[in-house]
């Protein structure tokens, strides 16, 4: 096989391979630049040494294969022939070249490049006569004696750094560029013995020494410590080697017709179509992206160099529709010639991508398919939420855990209390919840919150999952934030803001700013509808939606959730007309008094599935009986004020709240009293409920509505408990419709979210009309992890690889995805084999808004995902793209 492939003038060896086959020989840069050649583009001419060559040069034991030197000597001849003739390293006019990696996947940051090599004593005199730039020429030696040593000989490159810094205290001047020519020319003296000292040789005089050193170190880097950590990390394998790419140097800094740039064919912000991106006229590469000087934006080239701009605009078409894609490009010219050093996919947000890829299909550049395919799921955030205004400066003063994507800003406010109060006067100010945690108590405050800022807690916390189900921004886990709560104000970053001042949080990034800053609204209209029909026309999998409350189910709808996945029925027992009945039924100590309590809770139960059923009307509606352990619903512990509150407003004694608390108190509440185990010790709980969505659902058929209640028994581990539950609750169903004498549809399901449901999936499927996996809880109890209590090792757990991911975040594929893929075929085969059904499986935690888990579950064969509203377009895409 060929060891080394050629290209510049307009031509470039052809490797007889498929654009697949040629980037994993030639790397992705490699490939590129031929490719560019190939399509008449003008490039630095060069070559690309394989990754083949990197293979056996490890088989080798480090060893450049014989058959490779002059295979190299002769593509460097060609390169010479090519650039006029020039030598590499010739002291007259020396030709000087780049060596830098390039594998077949992009791996930033894995090795550094070697610019300027050929430059010697002798060949630095050539090239600063040439140019008439002393300085640049020394400037270029220096640069390249550092980036050639401490890249290819392990020289440290702060001894390098520290010699540049003395030199610059000792002439009084602060940046690199105020340093004169003689004294770069001094520098690379010092940097020469920084070399000496460190190799125990003198910096290579010989231009081919030096060239086939850097071909060694670029080879080495593939093994480097940092690059097989990135692919461990990345989960990269199967890949031979790095390529390397030696090419011909081209300078920008030659005077007013040298210039350099980097540029997108179209606009990564916003998506538009027009060449976006800056120039700096007589700069290097470094200098545009140094921001030492400020960049002229690309357009404004048509003046300075109309020929050039011309020729740009050209190639600018060229690559889209050679690549069908959107480019992020990088050039130089040198005196009035333009040369195309890089192309490759450009980067981009969300709402960039969308519209690029919609507007590629009207453009006849792609399929739909493709560009359904083109979108990652998760960038849709940045549609779906009122975004900070990016047009306003910001100074972030610290950062939490991106816990709810959007922007908001609000008056600082330290309880969920104060919230309450504060609104009930002020209807229209924003205000910023900031606190340690939330808890089920704080929700009616953090629901009239703009924004939710914790200092503790992480992804799945409740302040977390809260504020994504109603795509409120919120940011969690900011230790840098310290709250006084006596004092009313909280520290950040040594300063300080007190309540009822403003506050800024970015919920996309985890920023928290001081003050206020502008937001913008979402709607999902024009490419971003479009996008989502022809992601619909491929996905098997439905999407629904977590939601309580109409409005919510109502935004899902708009973002096209085709039903509830799971509607928490405790949400509602907060609300401020209620909760002082449930709070009578949790201190009841009798049953008759447990029912009178219930019976006036009933009422609103029935009101607000009403709504949502409506709401969702044609739609199938899940809703979970009573999850949480009772406690919750009662002030904690030592919030004696707190305690105080509800005893006046319930007129009991004090002692009879303290009381029922101590005894509530449990010291693993998620493993304690909840879920199932409630209406199995008090079934006139479950009763209540029962009766609640049937007559709900009974009175919306009446309107005329179609109505498909499920309901569903939560943290059954046991099977029993779901026979015992589920008479009784068809007991209560056949008792409502016999009254009223309508007949509804309803199904009786449940959740796995213990181990042992998963396990024993074929008996409870013989009860169970359907599974939600609660992969929330089935996480927790899988791990052993308490879901609210993780930020003190996992953050430890992902630095040190121990897990790749957060399992709260994606599902741990190998541990419960296997209790769930298990589950499903238990539940599936007993279904079918004892009833003759098809079991219907969905997910309700909060892994069906993330676009690897929705992969997941359709791979393992669910028939639906649920996700909080705001994440319902991003399930959608994701099903698309797993279906495809
Ligand atoms: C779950 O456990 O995954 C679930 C959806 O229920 P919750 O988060 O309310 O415990
Ligand atoms: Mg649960």
Redesign the pocket.
């Known amino acids: 096989a060929k060891h080394v492939y050629f290209f510049g003038g307009k031509t470039a060896e052809d490797t007889g391979l498929d654009a697949k086959g040629q980037k994993e020989l030639l790397g992705g840069k490699g490939a590129n630049l031929a490719e560019m050649c190939r399509i008449g583009i003008p490039v630095p001419p060069g070559f690309t040494i394989t990754t083949e060559v990197c293979a056996a040069y490890y088989e080798q034991g480090k060893k450049i294969p014989e058959a490779a030197v002059p295979a190299i000597e002769e593509a460097l001849k060609k390169v010479e022939a090519a650039f006029g003739g020039r030598k590499l390293g010739d002291p007259a006019d020396p030709l000087l070249v780049s060596v830098r990696s390039g594998a077949a996947l992009s791996m930033p940051g894995m090795m550094n490049t070697i610019l300027n090599l050929g430059l010697t004593d002798a060949s630095v005199e050539g090239l600063a006569k040439k140019t008439g730039n002393p300085r640049f020429a020394y400037d270029s030696y220096r640069r390249l004696i550092d980036m050639f040593g401490s890249t290819a000989m392990g020289c440290e490159h702060e001894k390098f750094e520290h010699e540049i810094h003395e030199m610059k205290k000792a002439k009084g001047v602060k940046l690199d560029t105020d340093l004169s020519a003689d004294d770069l020319k001094e520098l690379v003296t010092r940097y020469k013995a920084v070399y000496k000292a460190h190799v125990m040789d003198d910096f290579p005089q010989d231009p081919k020494k030096q060239l086939f050193l850097a071909v060694n170190a670029v080879f080495n880097s593939w093994n480097g410590n940092k690059a097989i950590e990135y692919r461990r990390i990345e989960r990269i394998t199967g890949l031979r080697g790095t390529a390397v790419n030696v090419q011909a140097m081209v300078f920008g800094n030659m005077g007013g017709t040298s210039g350099t740039g980097v540029a997108f064919t179209r606009d990564p912000n916003t998506g538009e179509n027009v060449f976006y991106g800056d120039y700096l006229i007589n700069a290097q590469g470094e200098d545009v992206v140094a921001g030492i000087r400020t960049p002229e934006p690309i357009a404004k080239l048509h003046e300075d160099m109309p020929k050039v701009y011309e020729q740009l605009v050209g190639i600018r078409s060229t690559l889209e529709k050679h690549y069908k894609e959107m480019q992020d490009i990088e050039f130089t010219v040198q005196e009035g010639v333009l040369y195309m050093l890089q192309t490759r996919s450009g980067k981009r947000t969300g709402t960039a991508a969308v519209r690029i890829a919609v507007e590629m299909v009207k453009e006849g550049l792609i399929d739909e398919t493709t560009a359904v395919k083109r979108v990652a799921p998760d960038s849709l955030n940045h549609l779906l939420q009122p975004q900070l205004d990016p047009k306003s400066k910001v100074e972030v003063v610290a950062q939490g855990i991106a816990a709810s994507p959007g922007g908001a800003s609000g008056i600082v406010l330290l309880s969920a209390e104060a919230v309450v109060a504060h609104a009930e006067k002020n209807p229209n100010d924003s205000i910023m919840l900031v606190r340690k945690e939330t808890s089920p108590e704080d929700v009616a405050g953090m629901h009239l919150a703009k924004g939710i800022l914790t200092s503790t807690g992480g992804k799945a916390s409740h302040a977390a999952?809260v504020a994504r189900g109603w795509g409120k921004p919120c940011v969690v886990g900011c230790e840098a934030m310290k709250i006084n709560e006596e004092a009313q104000t909280i520290t950040i970053a040594g300063k300080t803001v007190k309540a009822g001042e403003f506050l800024t949080i970015n919920g996309t990034t985890g920023d928290v700013m001081i003050g206020k800053v502008p937001t913008v609204a979402p709607s999902m209209t024009g490419d971003f509808a479009t996008l989502m029909t022809w992601a619909d026309k491929g996905r098997k999998l439905k999407i629904r939606t977590?939601a309580d409350a109409p409005a919510d189910a109502a935004k899902a709808r708009e973002f096209g959730a085709e039903g509830i996945g799971?509607c928490?029925t405790e949400h509602m027992f907060f609300g401020k007309d209620r909760i002082a009945a449930v709070r009578e039924m949790i201190l009841a100590t009798s049953t008759d008094d447990r029912k009178k309590a219930l019976a006036k809770i009933e009422p609103f139960q029935k009101a607000d599935f009403v709504g949502i059923f409506e709401a969702m009307d044609g739609y199938p509606v899940t809703i979970?009986l009573l999850?949480p352990p009772l406690h919750e619903f009662l002030p904690q512990k030592d919030n004696v004020e707190g305690t105080e509150d509800v005893a006046r407003q319930m007129g009991v004694p004090v002692s009879a709240i303290r009381e029922r608390v101590d005894e509530l108190h449990e010291m693993n509440p998620m493993m304690g009293f909840r879920g199932c185990r409630l209406p199995v010790v008090f079934p006139e709980i479950g009763d209540m409920q029962v009766r609640a969505i049937i007559e709900a659902a009974i009175e919306v058929k009446k309107k005329g509505k179609s109505v498909l209640p499920e309901i569903m028994i939560?943290l059954v581990g046991v099977v029993e408990e779901l026979t015992m539950l589920k008479k009784r609750a068809i007991a209560t169903a056949e008792e409502c419709m016999t009254k009223a004498g309508i007949k509804v549809e309803y199904q009786i399901g449940t959740?796995i979210?213990l181990p042992r449901a998963a396990l024993t999936a074929d008996e409870i499927a013989a009860e169970a009309e359907f599974f939600s996996?609660?992969?929330?809880?089935?996480t927790?109890m899988t791990f052993g992890f308490s879901r609210d209590d993780i930020k003190g090792f996992m953050p430890t757990y992902l630095k040190e690889k121990i897990l790749p991911v957060d399992p709260f975040q994606s599902i741990d594929v190998k541990g419960v995805g296997k209790l769930i893929d298990m589950g499903i075929k238990l539940g599936r085969e007993s279904r079918k084999a004892k009833h003759g059904q098809h079991l219907k499986v969905g997910i309700?935690?909060?892994h069906g808004g993330d676009p690897d888990s929705v992969v997941f579950c359709h791979k393992v064969g669910m028939d639906y995902v649920s996700c909080s509203p705001f994440r319902v377009p991003i399930a959608r895409l994701a099903a698309a793209q797993a279906a495809l």
Not at 773 to 778: H, I
Request: charged share 30%.
């Open positions: 999952v977590n799971l928490r979970r999850d939560p959740m979210e996996f609660g992969t929330n809880d089935l927790q309700c935690g909060e």
